[in-house]
């Protein structure tokens, strides 16, 4: 995921620091991918969703990742 041009690093820490939401960021070891999508600078940010992630946390992240593009 990414939020307009704004470095993956820093989503992540915003994540982890105002909603306590864990996720990587980086190219995920896939430099070509992100070459072909012209985010080879910025990254991407990556949830690792799972069998036991509820829908309440789906959600949290989505209003997270809302009030973080809205402020930026």
């Given at each position: 995921?990414?939020?307009?041009?704004?470095?993956?690093?820093?989503?992540?820490?915003?994540?982890?620091?105002?909603?306590?939401?864990?996720?990587?960021?980086?190219?995920?070891?896939?430099?070509?991918?992100?070459?072909?999508?012209?985010?080879?600078?910025?990254?991407?940010?990556?949830?690792?969703?799972?069998?036991?992630?509820?829908?309440?946390?789906?959600?949290?992240?989505?209003?997270?990742?809302?009030?973080?593009?809205n402020n930026n």
């Amino acid at each position: 995921i990414n939020i307009g041009d704004m470095d993956s690093g820093e989503i992540t820490f915003l994540l982890d620091s105002e909603y306590d939401i864990a996720t990587r960021s980086g190219i995920h070891c896939a430099p070509l991918a992100h070459k072909t999508l012209g985010t080879l600078e910025q990254g991407a940010v990556r949830f690792s969703m799972g069998y036991f992630n509820t829908k309440e946390e789906i959600d949290s992240a989505i209003e997270a990742l809302k009030e973080i593009s809205n402020n930026n």
